[in-house]
């Protein structure tokens, strides 16, 4: 992990998008073990992954990490916290008028 | 956990009409998570033996999966007249709904990660179980929107995302409130409609009960979580930081509720009252593992709330008026709010000792 520059990988990675009555989701998993770490960007290369309604997808693609730097991740760690009221939820958003 | 949708305009320019796949559909919306790390060395290293008779049973309880059968329509969910709805209400309405989506699926999200990355078999069991909740939930509200017409896209995974972190024990409270908090709500407008079954204008909300009964099986194993260790509750830092917390939990739950007026209309549910019910339940229940509650009822609570709210309103036409005298009328109402988020944290808590044993059932 370098001071200042940032380092991108390209990863193996397995796209699961339900899009179904029973559940609702879509997640990432990296193929050869990769984790992310405070500041890292992900993005899942190729075209949008669009499950139509009933529809499970699982996809193999490939996608590209960009590591934040030392700096960036300690940052990341410093003020995360501060971003707290995104894992709170109010049945609304939080546009005042809609 | 909160999320941003992104704005319909916007959508539209994204996406066009590439992902319609439903010829219902007459709009579409993007759910846009926000993807967060954790330390997850710390959660491995969570210990559950303190707490380990109450785990298992939770743990039982919730592979059992009482609600298997209940996330589905049948004879009860009646016909939705969408078409001759309040336009107020009905965009109100759809704000709710796909809210409450991006929520349970960020949720989901979340859980799914901290399952995957974990190493504790008692976390990933735990967190295995709340994703699989989660993405019921999502699947259930998003059927909700798609019979309104509005196509829920998943396109968001083709985006880069950040990663931004907390720290576990944010985490704890903040979850820990939300399930909470999401049961009180529920629960109050379910036994409401129980007495005004006429303002019930959308068949959802009869599955409210069952439906909150997992949020609150949610609540009750973040809660035996935080009391794994106890410096979590007890330390003074910490103590400030769930008052804090339950301060901007309950303002901000306040600010966006009464920013519904037509919703609550439709309902016949006073806000104030609703919010202060809400409050009351949240603050009670929470007692389980928080050795405080919020003065609610002290003079200074309401009176601030709504000078926060007001300022939230000036807030926003300050923004729509733009230039310098907008930013100068923002800046006036930005102080104004964090005053009034200042009287109120400042109001002396009731303190009060967790009881030995965690576990609550819903009783509401």
Redesign the interface.
């Known amino acids: 992990m370098s001071l200042f520059s940032r380092k991108v990988e390209q990863v193996p990675c397995t ?1 699961e ?13 990296f193929n050869d073990g990769s ?19 009933g529809e499970v997808i699982s996809e193999d693609r490939t996608a590209t990490i ?1 590591r934040a730097t030392a700096l960036e991740r300690l940052w ?2 410093l003020t ?2 501060f ?16 | 956990m909160n999320m941003h949708a992104t704005t319909h305009e916007e959508l539209a320019a994204e996406i066009g009409e590439q992902f319609d796949t439903d010829a219902m559909a007459q709009e579409s919306t993007l759910l846009n998570p926000r993807f967060y790390t954790t330390d997850f060395d710390e959660l491995d290293r969570i210990d559950v033996t303190p707490v380990r008779a109450e785990w298992d049973k939770l743990i039982g309880q919730m592979k059992s999966d009482p609600n298997k059968g209940h996330f589905k329509k049948n004879e009860d969910w009646d016909t939705v007249d969408w078409d001759n709805m309040d336009p107020k209400l009905k965009r109100e309405f759809i704000d709710f709904l796909v809210s409450s989506c991006t929520a349970e699926f960020s949720g989901c999200v979340l859980y799914k990660e901290m399952k995957r990355r974990g190493n504790n078999p008692d976390i990933c069991e735990l967190f295995n179980y709340m994703a699989r909740d989660e993405a019921r939930h999502a699947g259930f509200i998003n059927d909700a929107l798609r019979e309104a017409g509005v196509a829920v896209n998943l396109g968001f995974l083709t985006k880069a995302k950040k990663y931004t972190y907390f720290r576990p024990k944010f985490i704890y409270y903040a979850t820990y409130l939300s399930e909470k908090i999401g049961y009180a709500r529920y629960i109050t407008i379910y036994r409401h409609l129980e007495q005004h079954p006429e303002k019930r204008f959308h068949p959802i909300f009869k599955w409210f009960k069952e439906w909150c009964n997992d949020e609150f099986s949610h609540g009750e194993a973040f809660a035996l979580l935080m009391r794994t260790d106890p410096k979590l509750t007890e330390s003074f830092v910490n103590k400030l930081w769930i008052r804090f917390f339950l301060t901007a939990v309950f303002s901000t739950m306040y600010v966006r509720d009464h920013a519904r007026p037509a919703f609550h209309e439709a309902l016949g549910v006073d806000i104030d009252w609703y919010d202060q019910e809400v409050f009351r339940k949240t603050g009670e229940i929470a007692k389980q593992v928080f050795p405080m509650e919020l003065d609610i009822d002290h003079p200074r609570w309401m009176p601030n709330l709504k000078r926060m709210e007001r300022a939230f309103r000036k807030m926003e036409a300050a923004e729509k008026q733009g230039g310098i005298g907008g930013k100068l009328a923002k800046l006036g109402a930005m102080s104004s709010a964090a005053l009034a988020f200042a009287a109120i944290y400042t109001i002396p808590v009731k303190k009060s000792t967790p009881p030995a044993s965690v576990r609550l059932e819903p009783a509401y």
């Open positions: 796209v998008v339900s899009h179904r009555f029973e559940a609702l989701h879509a997640h990432v998993r984790v992310v770490h405070p500041g890292d960007e992900v993005l899942v290369q190729g075209p949008p992954v669009l499950a139509a309604w960009t990341t760690r995360g916290d971003e707290f009221m995104e894992l709170c939820e109010f049945s609304f958003s939080e546009e005042m008028s809609v």
